[in-house]
């Protein structure tokens, strides 16, 4: 009877929705015109896939689909076993206080900007005034080759600022699945005289697969959208040969220059597509090989 | 036997525990070192810092980096910028969130899981950059502090959140209780639910804060009005995309005090923005890492 209310409650958050999520959710239809700035979205016309065909035509479509993939299966890669790894060995410390002290440090980074993170890394490889390059003419007395302008050590950077930044916060949710593993398991298995060694592979590794495998489907399936401002930041004239990926390539075409917002817009779609179908896929994957799923 | 096999074993443990702490000082280490870096560089001399003389200590101690910084009219107003929006927009957020979530949350609001969906399906799938830049163009906050505000007011992940506390910490019984006494949804929410919430409010609050203060991608999208900008569109101006303006340049001297100058504003930048967030953490980090743990239960 009293439904009403709760109906009138969601109204503003529904609006909010459907203008900001939705609405641009129609405008992908660009996609598939010429759009004409006065005839707006709805008014341009209907040219088909030309923008599709012309983007897998182009030259940029091979170099932009190899560096979106190249930075995320290694983001992925690298990315996602070291928090497990960080958190079991986090978990084996019995020293009450060195594990605070661990987790509070490493929590750290999680909480600076990407420009400040950017802004970071850019300093530390600095060939002129970077520590990196301090240490390396300390140690070799020579300086240091240039690393920011060069294209191979791009995807390098990339992940392992992410590693530096996130490996402590990301550890959070298997730490706390190993705090729930029962004691008499420990317990026993010690009884039995297994190492402390043993019961990681035997008792806290298979404790945290679960959640683990949630988190693999999650990460799979996010792996083609790799975010747009750590890359573009990281960008230089030089390095563009694989650093230029598909989200900043989409701003680009759409924003600078000529801004062609139809062919940007159908840039734009061709991933999201493939994220979408990703995400279901892996989805599909894991509900067929374990119970574990997000829907 | 029994004994000398436990003795082994406690042995073997012993080099276990060992490697571990050593393999997690080498990472904390990691992990600081760049950090206290940056915080001695920001304190050391413009000359120390771009002949490469800091190491660990600051070297040569000075303050000019800070004064440069609080000289800069653009870092004084971003700052004041970044302020205001992570306020507002904070306060829009949260209260967006919590009114999603609660009707949300409640198992017998029919059609739930058609409008579950609808805030769902944003979580996989989206307009991308061009389409949203359209709408917000055609709704004229281009250039307005809307811009900043307005798009991702609500993250369908901390509503989630919010919902999961709402289903799992507040009774039904309580709401029984109410109904009898033929109170409305309306005051349930705000003199029953809201007052148990604070856990989750605090735990959203300080999600959106952080996201706020950190945002740079739609001020870079949608402002050029440089008395609007944030914090962080400022921070990538002198951080990132530093070019001399070689007007500016008069002799080589002046040049060489200009430039360790600039490298030092640089850490010193990266320490004052950095600040009010990493302050600020020792005192909410067990919410923060409820949050992740409220979020992780599958909603």
Not at chain 1, 66 to 85: D, E, M, Q, R, W
Not at chain 2, 149 to 169: C, D, E, H, K
Not at chain 2, 172 to 199: H, M, N, Q, R, W
Not at chain 2, 283 to 296: L, R
Request: aromatic fraction near 14%.
């Amino acid at each position: 009877m009293n439904r009403r209310q709760l109906y009138i409650m969601l109204l503003l958050p529904i609006i909010y929705i459907v203008v900001f999520s939705y609405v641009p959710m129609l405008g992908l239809q660009i996609a598939f015109k010429k759009f004409d700035g006065n005839a707006g979205i709805w008014g341009s016309q209907w040219i088909g896939l030309q923008n599709f065909i012309k983007f897998f035509n182009s030259y940029q479509f091979e170099r932009v689909l190899k560096n979106t993939l190249v930075v995320s299966v290694y983001h992925l890669i690298a990315g996602f076993p070291i928090p497990i790894i960080f958190a079991l060995l986090i978990n084996a410390v019995r020293s009450k206080r060195y594990k605070k002290a661990v987790q509070m440090i490493t929590y750290v980074p999680h909480f600076i900007s990407v420009v400040v993170l950017v802004g970071i890394t850019l300093q530390m490889f600095d060939s002129r005034i970077g520590l990196v390059a301090t240490i390396y003419t300390l140690l070799t007395k020579q300086p240091m080759p240039e690393i920011l302008g060069n294209p191979s050590a791009f995807p390098h950077l990339y992940v392992w600022s992410g590693i530096w930044q996130n490996t402590g916060w990301n550890s959070i949710i298997y730490i706390a699945a190993l705090a729930g593993v029962d004691s008499e398991l420990h317990e026993a298995a010690t009884v039995d005289g297994a190492s402390r060694l043993k019961r990681v592979f035997y008792i806290d590794l298979p404790s945290i697969i679960p959640t683990a495998t949630i988190l693999l489907i999650m990460n799979a399936g996010k792996m083609m959208s790799v975010g747009f401002e750590k890359v573009y930041l990281l960008q230089n004239p030089l390095n563009l040969r694989t650093s230029e990926i598909i989200s900043t390539y989409v701003y680009k075409v759409g924003l600078t220059g000529f801004s062609d917002f139809s062919y940007a817009t159908a840039i734009g779609l061709f991933n999201s597509v493939i994220n979408f179908l990703l995400i279901i896929i892996v989805n599909q994957i894991s509900k067929k090989i374990s119970d574990s799923s997000l829907w | 036997m029994f004994l000398s096999k436990k003795r082994l074993g406690s042995r073997n443990d012993e080099v276990f525990y060992f490697v571990t702490n050593a393999i997690l000082a080498v990472i904390t280490l990691l992990v600081l070192y760049p950090l206290i870096y940056i915080v001695s560089a920001s304190f050391s001399s413009p000359n120390a810092v771009s002949s490469g003389k800091v190491i660990l200590f600051p070297v040569e101690f000075s303050l000019e980096g800070y004064e440069a910084v609080f000289k800069n009219n653009m870092i004084v107003s971003g700052y004041a910028n970044s302020l205001f929006y992570t306020i507002a927009g904070t306060v829009i957020n949260v209260g967006l969130t919590l009114i999603a979530a609660y009707p949300l949350s409640r198992k017998d609001l029919p059609g739930k899981n058609i409008l579950m969906f609808i805030f769902s399906f944003t979580m996989i799938f989206n307009g991308g950059i061009i389409p949203n830049y359209i709408l917000i163009r055609d709704l004229g906050m281009i250039n307005t502090r809307w811009a900043l505000l307005l798009p991702g007011a609500i993250s369908v992940y901390n509503m989630i959140v919010t919902r999961t506390f709402f289903q799992s910490n507040i009774p039904i019984e309580l709401y029984e209780a109410t109904s009898l006494d033929g109170g409305s949804d309306f005051k349930y929410f705000t003199s029953v639910v809201l007052p148990l919430s604070k856990a989750v409010i605090a735990v959203i609050s300080l999600f959106y804060a952080l996201s706020h203060w950190n945002a740079f991608f739609n001020a870079f999208l949608y402002l050029n009005n440089k008395s609007l900008f944030p914090l962080q569109i400022v921070l990538r101006d002198i951080l990132i995309s530093t070019s001399i303006d070689p007007s500016l340049v008069l002799d080589p001297e002046t040049m060489a005090a200009r430039q360790g100058l600039a490298d030092l504003l640089k850490y010193s930048l990266i320490v004052v923005a950095s600040a009010p967030m990493i302050c600020l953490y020792p005192f909410v980090q067990k919410f923060f890492i409820k949050g992740v743990m409220i979020g992780s239960i599958k909603g």
